[in-house]
């Protein structure tokens, strides 16, 4: 199976066949028993930027606020502190959480954060974004 | 380490933190409840042993005034000794409290 640029790909099937294993075998998470997982022709070596995953748990870091959770791939990557706000911010407004963002993840519905989840793979400007059963909790 | 979920370790591989800057923004944050619980018990049980230690080796000290007023009958300063360690000790126990209230205000079970 190949996925084009800009392509969007659902993967469907019985509980225990396997969806998430192969979400997280490219993320780089876990090795393939057989076969390849390349991108753009280079094998996955593990995990890295470039491929951002929502979780189905979300896990977000506990310890940091809305703000900071989203903000954590750009600092991580060392984007300056200026850059990193406005995206902070920018993705902020997009999932519609500005009366929460510095709340912490405790004081989050379990929409809100899979919203949260969401905000910092798009904030990360990661080229794939890999997500494992990512709406079962919105609530827009 | 051990203890801290392995999906954060994930979270933060993925959004490009690796190596030891996981050990700063990831491991030290997930494990300060853990710390602090041992501070607390930590702290609780050097006051134990600091007053023991006065009381029979060491010539300064709390506890050395309270066995020197005892061999003099001084019971009115055995008292009050008793009572500064109890203040002394209590003070430093709400402090290290207020401190980890703050530091864990994240945390649900710390509120």
Known sequence: ????????????????????????IVAGFEQATRGDALMWGVPIAGPAPDRGMVFQDYGLFPWLTVRKNIGFGPMSRGRPAKEVRDTVERFISLVGLQRFADAFP??????????????????????????????????? | ????????????????????????????????????????????????????GEMTGVQTGLGAIIMEARQLSRTEIVISGMIVIG?????????V????????RWSPSHV
């Not at chain 1, 990360?124 to 909790?137: K, T």
């Not at chain 2, 409290?97 to 864990?104: A, D, F, H, K, R």
């Open chain 2, 1 to 52: 380490m051990r203890s801290v979920d392995p999906r954060l370790f994930e979270a933060a591989s993925m959004l490009g933190c690796q190596g030891t800057a996981q050990f700063y923004r990831v491991v030290l944050p997930a494990s300060l409840p853990a710390i602090f619980t041992g501070l607390r018990l930590g702290l609780g049980f050097a006051w134990v042993v600091i007053v023991v």
């Open chain 2, 97 to 104: 409290v207020l401190l980890g209230q703050w530091l864990l």
């Open chain 1, 1 to 24: 199976m190949s996925v084009a640029k800009g392509e969007f790909v659902c993967l469907i099937g019985a509980s225990g066949c396997g969806k998430s294993t192969l979400l997280r």
């Open chain 1, 106 to 140: 405790h004081q989050l519905s379990g929409g809100m954060k899979q919203r949260v989840a969401i905000a910092r793979v798009l904030a990360n400007d990661a080229e794939i974004v890999l997500m494992d059963e990512p709406f079962g909790r919105w609530t827009p």
């Open chain 2, 87 to 95: 203040i002394a000790g209590f003070i430093s126990d709400r402090l």
